[in-house]
């Protein structure tokens, strides 16, 4: 069976997304696309969300940044609480625009839980923590540093699924589950086409990286066949590959032949790693 794989570099580590391709036999129709219902399409949604936010977090943030968590002393309403959140980051942007500080930042706000507030939790570049500290006086910061693996898929996990609750709220007045900074473009992956994997037996991790975590198998929201996803993590502090090439500028009519070429060379990266 040909097989599909999608791999995205992020920092010092590479997503990599696994599917079957769909294919018909001569003479025979394809078959029908299955309805999901509305809960695997919540379920999908909060995964494919789940996979972008480990994209962007371990392509902009290393070991010593911040995650944060910013509390209240009064419960306040959602839509306050929105507010204040939007206060914050824009307090944040100037105070670190004095101080020469280029920030990211990825937001996202627990709106409904069984046993806390309403609180935000904020996952920032190493701004000083008395810049932070002046910017919220809602309440409490509470601080965690990153932690050394620069795999963060288990904190957009985190993030995510504890945020979920309310997110799915017909009410929830948040439209997205997190939202960043504008100075972070999303990786965007490679597809090259396998013919020798197969999905049912644990993947080899390429020279120079190893699979952290484990290897997410799932059903197809739509196909139905086995998927499966992991992270590969460098074991050097420079990685194999660290971003794929952009190309250069170019005419108007050359901007297709320069798109053929990257694309040729992320084909050929791609397969020499896996050899």
Same mark, same amino acid.
Request: hydrophobic share 30%; charged share 35%; aromatic share 10%.
């Given at each position: 069976?040909?097989i599909i794989? @999608? ?12 599917? /079957? ?15 999901? !219902?509305?809960?695997e399409?919540?379920?999908n949604?909060?995964k494919?969300?789940i ?9 902009y943030f290393?070991?010593?940044?911040h995650?944060?968590q ?11 609480a929105?507010k ?7 307090k944040?942007?100037i105070?670190?625009?004095?101080i ?12 409904k ?13 190493g ?15 509470f ?5 050394d693996? /620069?795999?963060?898929?288990?904190l ?14 017909e ?14 473009r999303?990786?965007?992956?490679q ?5 020798r ?5 644990d ?5 120079g ?7 997410e ?5 739509i !196909?139905?066949l ?7 993590v460098?074991?050097?502090d420079? /990685?194999?590959?660290?971003?794929? /090439?952009?190309?250069?500028t ?10 053929l070429?990257?694309?040729?060379? @992320?084909?050929?990266?791609?397969s020499?790693?896996?050899?």
């Open positions: 069976m040909k794989r @999608h791999a995205f570099i992020a920092g010092k580590t590479i997503l990599v997304r696994e599917s /079957p391709a769909r294919q018909v036999e001569k003479g025979r129709k394809r078959q029908p696309k299955k309805n999901m !219902t509305t809960e399409v919540w379920k949604n909060l494919n969300a996979f972008k936010l480990t994209l962007i977090l371990n392509t290393v070991p010593g940044d995650h944060l910013l509390t209240y002393k009064e419960a306040p309403t959602p839509e306050q929105k204040d959140r939007e206060k914050f980051v824009r944040l942007r105070e670190c625009k004095k020469g500080v280029d920030v990211r930042w990825v937001a996202v706000t627990e709106v839980s069984k046993s806390k507030r309403i609180h935000h939790h904020i996952v920032c570049t701004v000083p923590m008395e810049v932070i500290r002046k910017c919220w006086d809602k309440g409490h910061v601080h965690n540093p990153l932690w693996n /620069p795999n963060y898929k288990g957009a996990e985190y993030l995510l699924k504890e945020a979920a609750y309310g997110f799915r709220e009410d929830c007045i948040y439209k997205r589950r997190f939202n960043t900074s504008r100075n972070m999303v990786p965007e992956g597809k090259i086409d396998m013919k994997v197969d999905l049912e037996t993947p080899k991790a390429p020279k990286y190893y699979i952290d975590g484990e290897v198998y799932y059903e197809h929201a !196909t139905r086995t998927c499966r996803d992991y992270v590969l460098s074991l050097t420079e /990685p194999r590959l660290k971003r794929w /090439p952009k190309g250069v170019a005419p108007l009519e050359r901007i297709n032949y320069n798109k070429l990257r694309e040729a060379y @992320h084909e050929e990266q791609l020499l790693l896996w050899e």
